[in-house]
C-alpha cells in the first residue's frame, strides 16, 4: 500500500509535545451525519457534503492525546483539509477512537489516565456529538494502558450483549487482548457505572 495523499492538521489544532498528538482516527459516513441533523461548526448550520466536491463519503474524526477532544474534518481531493467540528470525549485525554455502523455510534477510549473509561457518542437534537453511555473498564482487569479497542458485531448477540475486546499497550509488554461480554444499565446521568456493552440498536 502506498500512500497518494497527505493532509496536514497541524495549523488547525493545538500545538502539543511529543507523544501527545492523535492518537485515533474513526471514518464517519455522510449519510449518518445528514441524517442525524449534524451541523458543521464553520457555517453553523446543517452539514451539507456538496459543500466540499471531492471529499468522498464521508467526516474523518480523530482524537487528540494532549487535551482528550475529538476533531471533524472533511478531507477533499485537493489536500484541503476542512475542520468542521470539535467536542469532548468525556476524558481529559484519548487513546482510540471507531465507529461502530450498526449502531451508529462513536466510541472513545481512554487509557490508565483516566482508569479506562469509554463513552459511546451519538448526534443529538443541537446537532452535535454528545454522550449517551459511558463506561468503566472491565471489573478486575487492573488500571491498564490500553490503547485498542474493538466491538463485536451485532450478529454475536447473545442474552442481550456482545463481545468487546481491549488491547494492553505496555504493562504485559506491549502484547495482551482482553475480552469481556457483560451488561448491566445505565444511570440518567451518564456516568461511569458499568464495564460492558449491550446488543444496541441502531438509532
Not at 13 to 33: F, H, I, K, M
Not at 48 to 72: I, M, Q, S
Not at 167 to 177: F, M
Not at 182 to 199: D, G, M
Request: proline content about 4%.
Amino acid at each position: 500500500v502506498r500512500a497518494t495523499r497527505e493532509w496536514n492538521l497541524a495549523s488547525s489544532l493545538p500545538s502539543v509535545g511529543a507523544n501527545l498528538g492523535l492518537e485515533g482516527v474513526a471514518w464517519v459516513p455522510d449519510s449518518y451525519l445528514t441524517g442525524a441533523g449534524f451541523v458543521d461548526q464553520t457555517t453553523g448550520v446543517a452539514y451539507d457534503p456538496a459543500r466540499y466536491p471531492g471529499h468522498g463519503t464521508g467526516v474523518a474524526f480523530v482524537g487528540l492525546e494532549a487535551n482528550g477532544r475529538v476533531y471533524g474534518y472533511v478531507l477533499q481531493d485537493d489536500g484541503t483539509a476542512t475542520q468542521i467540528a470539535s467536542f469532548t470525549s468525556g476524558s481529559t485525554t484519548i487513546a482510540y477512537l471507531t465507529w461502530d455502523p450498526e449502531t451508529s455510534s462513536l466510541w472513545t477510549v481512554c487509557d490508565d489516565t483516566c482508569n479506562g473509561t469509554t463513552t459511546r457518542q451519538q448526534v443529538g437534537s443541537n446537532g452535535a456529538f454528545g454522550i449517551v453511555a459511558a463506561y468503566d473498564r472491565p471489573a478486575g482487569m487492573p488500571n491498564l494502558n490500553n490503547e485498542g479497542f474493538a466491538l463485536a458485531p451485532q450478529s454475536t448477540c447473545s442474552n442481550g450483549t456482545k463481545t468487546v475486546f481491549w488491547s494492553d499497550d505496555s504493562n504485559t509488554g506491549g502484547n495482551a487482548l482482553r475480552t469481556d461480554r457483560k451488561s448491566t444499565r445505565l444511570n440518567s446521568s451518564h456516568r461511569c457505572i458499568s464495564y460492558a456493552v449491550f446488543c444496541l440498536k441502531k438509532k
